[in-house]
């Protein structure tokens, strides 16, 4: 069970913020620093603080994007070293993606975004043989953004989806998935919705939704406010698993109401309570 309180959650920000460095040597040091928690936990919780990082900081860099195109040259001339852009996104403490992305929109201006994203994905196709290269070692030197991490958090994604599909199977559990209900004509669908609820800690749970990521409070509300809260009102109660855990304030938080629970794992057998048809005998003959 991976429930953080506010003041190791705080504890683990706080490391993440002060950390000089690239992001994927934060994730190792992550691990070492704080041992009690699983590498996907730690994992989650630096990918939310970058991407707040960046959401904070972005604007600026791009306000600034002719000074570090000139950087990059200047320090181009000097040297034909793969990692310029990797030392600068470490000073400007941004993804190193974020900023080979910004700094291609700006030097092929007339680029359309598809053929900039193009360049990130097969940097063979950047005409400058040596920002190519700084674009390609940046590409896979990065974990926090960047077409290889999208991908891999994709497949995270399915791979959990997957995992609640399994384990209601197993449970015993008859259900519709998201396919299933957008067949149906549903715009905004949870995982999972039962097409028979069952009792988890003495709730009627209609419907699982799958979150392979930390749940922390504002992700949380935003989730809350963008999917959860549609399901309940449409559905009734149901659960919220976050796999890789979540910060013990948001199981109580007001927004929830009565209709969302949350949990950092399916639900055992033990307290899962399936409802049961008690037919006459002469129909079960029959059937």
Same mark, same amino acid.
């Given at each position: 069970m991976v429930v953080i309180s506010t003041e190791q959650y705080v504890e683990i920000q706080n490391y993440i913020r002060d950390y000089e460095g690239l992001s994927i040597d934060c994730s190792v040091d992550l691990v070492k620093q704080f041992p009690a928690y699983p590498k996907e936990t730690l994992g989650s919780i630096l990918s939310k603080e970058v991407l707040q990082r960046v959401k904070t900081s972005h604007s600026r860099i791009v306000a600034k994007s002719a000074a570090l195109i000139s950087?990059?040259?200047?320090?181009?001339?000097?040297?034909?070293?793969?990692?310029?852009?990797?030392?600068?996104?470490?000073?400007?403490?941004?993804?190193?993606?974020?900023?080979?992305?910004?700094?291609?929109?700006?030097?092929?201006?007339?680029?359309?975004?598809q053929e900039i994203a193009e360049m990130l994905r097969m940097p063979d196709m950047i005409p400058d043989s040596l920002l190519a290269v700084n674009v390609s070692y940046s590409l896979y030197s990065e974990n926090m953004d960047g077409p290889i991490t999208d991908a891999i958090r994709r497949c995270i994604g399915e791979e959990y989806e997957d995992?609640?599909?399994?384990?209601?199977?197993?449970?015993?559990?008859?259900?519709?998935?998201?396919?299933?209900?957008?067949?149906?004509?549903?715009?905004?669908?949870?995982?999972?919705?039962?097409?028979?609820? =069952?009792?988890?800690?003495?709730?009627?749970?209609?419907?699982?939704?799958?979150?392979?990521? =930390?749940?922390?409070?504002?992700s949380h509300?935003?989730?809350i406010k963008d999917q959860l809260a549609s399901y309940g009102n449409r559905f009734g109660p149901g659960i919220v698993i976050y796999w890789f855990g979540y910060i013990a304030s948001i199981a109580d938080c007001p927004e929830n109401g009565n209709e969302v629970i949350v949990t950092d794992g399916f639900p055992e057998q033990h307290e899962i309570e399936l409802l049961s048809f008690n037919l006459p005998k002469s129909l079960v003959d029959q059937s």
């Open positions: 950087e990059y040259k200047a320090a181009a001339k000097q040297t034909a070293n793969h990692d310029i852009l990797l030392k600068m996104a470490a000073k400007l403490r941004v993804p190193s993606m974020v900023l080979c992305r910004i700094i291609l929109g700006k030097i092929f201006s007339t680029s359309t975004r995992r609640t599909k399994k384990l209601a199977r197993a449970a015993g559990m008859v259900f519709y998935d998201e396919g299933d209900l957008r067949r149906t004509g549903y715009d905004k669908t949870p995982d999972l919705k039962l097409a028979i609820p =069952f009792a988890y800690r003495g709730r009627v749970i209609n419907w699982i939704e799958s979150k392979a990521s =930390f749940g922390d409070v504002d509300r935003r989730y």
